[in-house]
């Protein structure tokens, strides 16, 4: 049960040694949320403390791309110790509501729940936090800002070039709060045919213009990564599995711990 009362200290904040990364896009679908999970196994694997906040409200993913659907955090005292899943501690929305129930909470619920997400929630000392924020520029983006200035953001775009054009706008929400965009990565990025070539489903140009668009002149946005269509990504994600650990030489799997090793 989330707890009202006073605030307490928040973990995360300016001082903080972890390295803080809110995982973000325009809309939804272009797989931030598997982007996220996929990173953040890759990043626990090469042996880095990782936790993952999923503060994507209205379609909260991860548990479920995590193999921990319907698990719960324990509770001891008003401290929430998180599940933790293929080496990464993870917290959810999607655990403190029930599973058929439609989260439709106004700004200042949504702010008060994040805000205890990060002074409740016990993760010990982590070299990365990946937060998995909702799509777009909506509250939860905003209480982000104003809560973790000093996180570091990475944008998920697909190739096609108006998927590029909402991307931009959910990163300049970032960085009006001072956030600085650390790349773009580009997901379902063609599909590699049996013949070897590759078929552009969803055009090209996408990342590369995001990038270009989210640049400055004190500040060059790059394109980290280009992550390829893939079955056994999807399916991975189906299972909660990541195709990270369950299929390593996976094109999409291989492009993903590439970008973890970059980061
Ligand atoms: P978002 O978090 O942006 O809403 P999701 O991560 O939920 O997106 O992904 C949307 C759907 O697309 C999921 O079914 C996921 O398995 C699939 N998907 C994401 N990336 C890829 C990819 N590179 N290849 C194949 N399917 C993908």
Same mark, same amino acid.
């Given at each position: 049960?989330?707890?009202?009362?006073? %605030?307490?200290?928040?973990?995360?904040?300016?001082? $903080?040694?972890?390295?803080?990364?809110?995982?973000?896009?325009?809309?939804?679908?272009?797989?931030?949320? $598997?982007?996220?999970? =996929?990173?953040?196994?890759?990043?626990?694997?090469?042996?880095?403390?990782?936790?993952?906040?999923?503060?994507?409200?209205?379609?909260?993913?991860?548990?479920?791309? &995590?193999?921990?659907?319907?698990?719960? %955090?324990?509770?001891?005292?008003?401290?929430?110790?998180?599940?933790?899943?293929?080496?990464?501690?993870?917290? *959810?929305?999607?655990?403190?509501?029930?599973?058929?129930?439609?989260? *439709?909470?106004?700004?200042?619920?949504?702010?008060?729940?994040?805000?205890?997400?990060?002074?409740?929630?016990?993760?010990?000392?982590?070299?990365?936090?990946? &937060?998995?924020? @909702? /799509?777009?520029?909506?509250?939860?983006?905003?209480?982000?800002?104003?809560?973790?200035?000093?996180?570091? +953001?990475?944008?998920?775009?697909?190739?096609?070039?108006?998927?590029?054009?909402?991307?931009?706008?959910?990163?300049?929400? #970032?960085?009006?709060?001072?956030?600085?965009?650390?790349?773009? +990565?580009? =997901?379902?990025?063609?599909? +590699?045919? @049996?013949?070897?070539?590759?078929?552009?489903?969803?055009?090209?140009?996408?990342?590369?213009?995001?990038?270009?668009?989210? *640049?400055? @002149?004190?500040?060059?946005?790059?394109?980290? #990564? #280009?992550? /390829?269509?893939?079955?056994?990504?999807?399916?991975?994600?189906?299972?909660?599995?990541?195709?990270?650990?369950?299929? @390593?030489?996976?094109?999409?799997?291989?492009?993903?711990? #590439?970008? !973890? !090793?970059?980061?």
């Amino acid at each position: 049960k989330l707890r009202g009362g006073r %605030p307490k200290a928040m973990q995360f904040g300016a001082d $903080t040694l972890t390295r803080i990364i809110a995982v973000t896009s325009g809309k939804g679908g272009v797989g931030k949320s $598997t982007m996220t999970a =996929n990173l953040g196994v890759a990043l626990a694997a090469s042996g880095l403390r990782v936790g993952i906040l999923d503060a994507d409200v209205f379609g909260f993913s991860i548990p479920g791309l &995590l193999g921990i659907e319907g698990v719960k %955090p324990t509770q001891v005292g008003e401290m929430i110790l998180p599940p933790v899943a293929h080496d990464v501690k993870v917290i *959810s929305i999607g655990m403190f509501v029930d599973a058929h129930t439609a989260v *439709s909470w106004r700004g200042p619920m949504l702010h008060r729940t994040i805000q205890q997400f990060l002074t409740d929630v016990f993760f010990g000392d982590l070299d990365i936090l990946l &937060l998995d924020l @909702p /799509p777009g520029t909506g509250d939860v983006a905003i209480t982000i800002g104003q809560l973790l200035p000093h996180a570091e +953001v990475l944008v998920v775009t697909t190739p096609q070039r108006a998927a590029a054009d909402v991307a931009e706008r959910s990163a300049l929400v #970032a960085r009006q709060t001072g956030q600085r965009v650390i790349g773009v +990565v580009e =997901n379902m990025a063609g599909l +590699v045919q @049996p013949d070897g070539s590759v078929l552009e489903l969803f055009g090209s140009g996408g990342g590369t213009d995001a990038a270009a668009r989210l *640049s400055t @002149p004190d500040e060059t946005v790059d394109v980290l #990564a #280009a992550i /390829p269509i893939s079955v056994a990504l999807r399916e991975g994600g189906d299972v909660g599995m990541p195709v990270v650990l369950a299929h @390593p030489d996976d094109p999409a799997a291989l492009a993903i711990t #590439a970008l !973890a !090793a970059r980061l």
